[in-house]
């Protein structure tokens, strides 16, 4: 009894990080295509959830898998595992000359 048995496989998911806000604790929202009980159309369910991001590598916009742990806190119950797909960064997709600056102030301040 002393061994230790070996754990089923755990849930992965793949979603959408909406949120770095807090200190390595990133928020994916997930979305599925179910259809709808009565009528049987498709229609897009949403979840979001807590994931542990140690290193705080994740940024919003990234597409991130993520998987089931044991519970690091209330709500955080999952973490990341791997960025599938990293957003487009503001900062790194400047054209030299300031392109971004100028489209940024076209527009009047009222």
Not at 31 to 54: G, I
Not at 70 to 93: C, D, H, N
């Amino acid at each position: 009894m002393s061994q230790a048995t070996p754990t089923g496989r755990r849930q992965e998911k793949i979603g959408t990080v909406v949120s770095t806000a807090m200190r390595k604790t990133i928020v994916v929202e997930v979305s599925r295509r179910v259809p709808h009980p009565l009528y049987r159309k498709y229609v897009n369910r949403r979840k979001k959830f807590h994931a542990h991001d140690e290193e705080g590598r994740a940024h919003v916009g990234d597409v991130v898998r993520i998987v089931e742990c044991r519970p690091l806190s209330k709500t955080k119950r999952w973490r990341l595992e791997e960025i599938v797909r990293q957003a487009t960064r503001l900062g790194e997709a400047d054209a030299p000359g300031g392109q971004a600056e100028a489209g940024a102030s076209a527009r009047p301040r009222q």
